[in-house]
């Protein structure tokens, strides 16, 4: 691992986890894919590997099935999973064809994570498809998971793959630009710029970010998700989606969330 203190180290990056929520590549947003795909692909290009997290396999399948919106039984919520990770790959696939990139999917549960054995095959493939210069696109298997063995949001597991594959820093992309002290369209919202590993965040009101009915995270697990992957050394940045070049160059923006500090040392 190397150490990425601020957001000018992102670039020196060796590995990085990026994670997208379901609002923000699917319905009226589905466009930014090819934002999203573009910025990977530069990072892609200057040597970094990159992990990308994905939601968005249910609301992907809403108007192929001709759903209302998006489903609340379980066997619907898995079926629409089934079809929608179909059209979610073949949407990055087709933008990544532009640079030559090949993805490839993996999908966990909570109870893959939980298992040793699991876990460490997870961890090998995910590195040899990274030695291959493929794109892995992470995303929870909805279509066995239930409400019982899920991870809750793509937010926590996207810090667990973090963790998981030893990145130096986790981008965690919404539909907002930054962590606020309130809902930023409630009156009296002030930006939060910069988060230390011991803040107790007891000013922040959270709320929900993404598009209703769509997506599940909001600014809460994107929270809890920074503490998680904190704890373990790696630092995190909430950033809007249609900012994700810039954050991946180092530019400073969105809310960045400090790591807690290594006891081990680096590795070069």
Not at 228 to 250: D, K, M, N, Y
């Amino acid at each position: 691992m190397r150490e990425v203190r601020e957001h000018a180290d992102i670039p020196a990056a060796r590995r990085i986890v990026v994670k997208v929520g379901s609002s923000s590549v699917t319905g009226a947003n589905v466009a930014q894919v090819d934002t999203l795909i573009d910025a990977i692909a530069e990072t892609h290009g200057r040597g970094t590997e990159v992990v990308l997290v994905s939601s968005g396999a249910i609301a992907s399948a809403i108007h192929a099935l001709q759903l209302d919106s998006r489903p609340a039984d379980l066997a619907t919520q898995q079926a629409a999973a089934a079809v929608g990770q179909n059209v979610l790959m073949w949407r990055y696939q087709t933008s990544l064809d532009r640079y030559g990139i090949v993805a490839g999917q993996i999908l966990l549960t909570a109870g893959d994570m939980d298992d040793a054995t699991h876990r460490s095959n997870a961890r090998r493939a995910m590195d040899r498809l990274l030695g291959l210069r493929v794109l892995p696109i992470v995303n929870e298997n909805d279509t066995v998971a239930t409400q019982e063995i899920r991870f809750g949001d793509n937010d926590r597991l996207a810090a667990l793959v973090s963790v998981l594959v030893e990145a130096d820093v986790l981008v965690l992309l919404s539909d907002i630009d930054a962590l606020y002290t309130r809902p930023p369209k409630e009156p009296g919202a002030v930006r939060v710029d910069h988060v230390a590993h011991d803040d107790d965040l007891r000013a922040i009101a959270f709320g929900d970010i993404g598009e209703a009915g769509v997506g599940t995270g909001g600014a809460a697990t994107k929270t809890a998700a920074a503490r998680l992957a904190s704890e373990h050394g790696i630092p995190t940045l909430l950033a809007s989606t249609g900012s994700v070049a810039a954050a991946l160059r180092g530019e400073r923006l969105g809310t960045w969330f400090e790591a807690r500090p290594r006891t081990s040392p680096l590795a070069s």
